[in-house]
């Protein structure tokens, strides 16, 4: 379920929230592809998301 | 007191972990790994009831396990388990150790000895990084003038820790490799994880079916596990064309979404089963 529209920080396409989004989770911006974490959820917004660093993983 | 969660991302991973959480009713706080800040010494009454360790960065979670630690708690997994899984150097040393069967497994520290090992392996053979994951910078080396250039190439990366090789043989496995979930003493669940590229890891694209858990599978990620120190654990297996099982790596803060995508097991709650059983066990 879609009930949160914020906007992307890199080319301001709206982008939409799920229902159940949570802080730090990553989506992409349907506009120019980049990945967007959510930085509030009340109301939602968007930072552009850090890169991923050399060790990330598992 | 609550659990703490410690996060880099809420991948889905961690959104049923979180949902599980909250299905059984245990207060937990979702710490990103950006905001701890630790002064030594101030604090010598644990804060949290635990620490379950979901940091992406292995040099952040090396750290932060161990300032953790230092302060009374205890954290899953462990850090001796996280350092050891997460440097692809220790895990091998840790694994032949034991006598787990693994890939043929050279080390160098300098470039000219890297050429000279990876003759020694004989082509193809496989160069990875001691420390990264999701099947990144793996690159398969068919001859000597490849090895070369790789090796030259690998001199200008930044991080010193490309200066040291990690170098396998190439295994001839089918288009596949087998990942199994262990908690504790109890292997949970595995998938295979196709490919029609060597490199079958789901981040580059791979895709999971169930594996059925048989009794060799189950004993080998057991001791592979036990080698490495046991906890949460996802072992990593490739099959020789003659079905030998060898294990390639243990994965310390893992990655379920393939597994979740194609078995029934719901690993998030079994997770969260065995972290409150081992925090009760050592209260």
Known sequence: ?58 | MTLAVLTTRTRLEERLIFAALERRGIPYAQVDDRSLIHHLGDREVPRYLGVLNRIMSHTRSVYATRLFEATGHQVLNPSNVVETCGDKILTSLALTKAGIPTPRTVVAVTPDAAVEAIEQLGYPAVVKPAVGSWGRLLSKVNDRDAAETLIEHKQSLRSPIHNVYYLQEYIDKPDRDIRVIVLGDEPVAAVYRRSDHWITNTARGATTTSCPLTDDLVSLALRASAAVGGGMLAVDLLERSTGELLVTEVNHTMEFHGLAAATDVDVADLIVTHTLSTLERAA
């Open chain 1, 1 to 58: 379920m879609t009930v949160a529209l914020s906007t992307c920080p890199d080319c301001t396409e709206a982008v939409p929230a799920a229902g159940d989004v949570r802080v730090a989770s990553i989506t992409v911006c349907p506009g120019c592809q980049a990945e967007l974490e959510v930085i509030s959820i009340d109301p939602v917004e968007y930072a552009l998301a850090p890169d991923i660093e050399e060790d990330f993983g598992e």
